[in-house]
C-alpha cells in the first residue's frame, strides 16, 4: 500500500487527472495493470531522485516521440511536462529534434498530438520561425565539436568512401539546423536524445556517443543513469538493460 500511495502522490503532481481516467479505463478488464502502473510506474521509478520532474518529462516526451506508437502515452506526457514547468517551446524542440533520430513522421506525429493537447488546454501559441544566420555546415561543425571536437573528421574518415553526403547531412541538418537551435539548452537536448535512443534500442554506438556528449555538456553520471532506468516504463528491460550497460562502457572508459 506504500508504494501505491506513493505512486499515487507522484502522478497526481504531475498529472491526478490522466491518472484517475487510466484506472478507470482499466478497472473493468485488467485492474492490476492499473495497479502496476501506479505501484511501480509512478511509487518505485518516478519517484526516485537524480532528476528533476521537468527532466523527466522532456525525457519520455523525447522517448514517446521517438517510439512513434504510442500517441494516447504521449498526449499524457505533454500535458504532464506542461504541469511540471516545461515550456511549449521546449516541447516543440524536444519533438523537433527527434527528426534526426527517429524521422520526420515520428516529429510530426508528435507535433500533431502537441497542437491537439494545446488545443485542449486553450493555450494559444504563436510559435516565432526561428532565423539562423550563416552557413548551415559551419555551423553543425562547430556544435558538433562543443560535443567532441573529433567527431567531425572521424564522419568524413567513416562516410568519405561510401557516402560523404551522409556527413554534410548529420553535420548540416542534425547539428547546423536542429541542434544549434534556441528554446532548449544542450543539457536538455542531451536528456531527450539519450532517452529516445535508449527507447530505439537500435543505436548502441550514436547513444554511446550522447552519453560521452551529455558528460561533456554537464549532465553527471547519475542523471544519465536517472533518464535511462526510467524508460523501464516505456521501452521495457531489455532497452533500460542494453541502456545502462551502454553507459556501464562508457564510464569504464573515461
Given at each position: 500500500m506504500e508504494r501505491y500511495n506513493c505512486g499515487w502522490e507522484k502522478l497526481k503532481e504531475i498529472d491526478g487527472e490522466a491518472g484517475e481516467a487510466v484506472v478507470e479505463s482499466l478497472k473493468d478488464i485488467a485492474p492490476d495493470l492499473a495497479r502496476y502502473i501506479i505501484e511501480f510506474s509512478f511509487?518505485?521509478?518516478y519517484s526516485r531522485n537524480g532528476t528533476t520532474l521537468k527532466e523527466k518529462e522532456i525525457a519520455v516526451v523525447a522517448g514517446l516521440t521517438a517510439m512513434?506508437?504510442?500517441?494516447?502515452?504521449?498526449k499524457v506526457h505533454i500535458h504532464g511536462a506542461l504541469n511540471v514547468g516545461v515550456s511549449t517551446e521546449e516541447l516543440v524542440e524536444v519533438i523537433l529534434q527527434m527528426s534526426s533520430y527517429s524521422g520526420f513522421p515520428s516529429a510530426i506525429n508528435g507535433i500533431n498530438t502537441l497542437r491537439e493537447v494545446l488545443q485542449a488546454k486553450k493555450i494559444d501559441f504563436q510559435p516565432v520561425p526561428e532565423k539562423q544566420e550563416g552557413d548551415r555546415f559551419i555551423r553543425g561543425v562547430e556544435w558538433l565539436g562543443k560535443l567532441d571536437p573529433n567527431q567531425v573528421q572521424l564522419l568524413e574518415e567513416t562516410f568519405q568512401d561510401i557516402a560523404p553526403d551522409l556527413m554534410e547531412f548529420v553535420v548540416g541538418f542534425g547539428y547546423g539546423d536542429i541542434y544549434?537551435?534556441?528554446?532548449?539548452g544542450p543539457k536538455l537536448r542531451q536528456i531527450a536524445t539519450i532517452a529516445a535512443l535508449t527507447c530505439m534500442g537500435t543505436a548502441q554506438p550514436q547513444l554511446a556517443f550522447h552519453i560521452r556528449a551529455g558528460l561533456?555538456?554537464?549532465?553527471?553520471k547519475d542523471e544519465i543513469i536517472e533518464t535511462?532506468?526510467?524508460?523501464?516504463?516505456?521501452?521495457?528491460?531489455?532497452?533500460?538493460?542494453?541502456?545502462?550497460?551502454?553507459?556501464?562502457?562508457?564510464f569504464n572508459d573515461i
Open positions: 511509487g518505485d521509478v512513434g506508437n504510442a500517441a494516447p502515452q504521449l544549434s537551435r534556441k528554446n532548449l561533456k555538456v554537464g549532465l553527471t535511462i532506468i526510467l524508460m523501464v516504463v516505456y521501452a521495457g528491460f531489455p532497452a533500460a538493460i542494453n541502456g545502462i550497460n551502454t553507459a556501464k562502457e562508457v
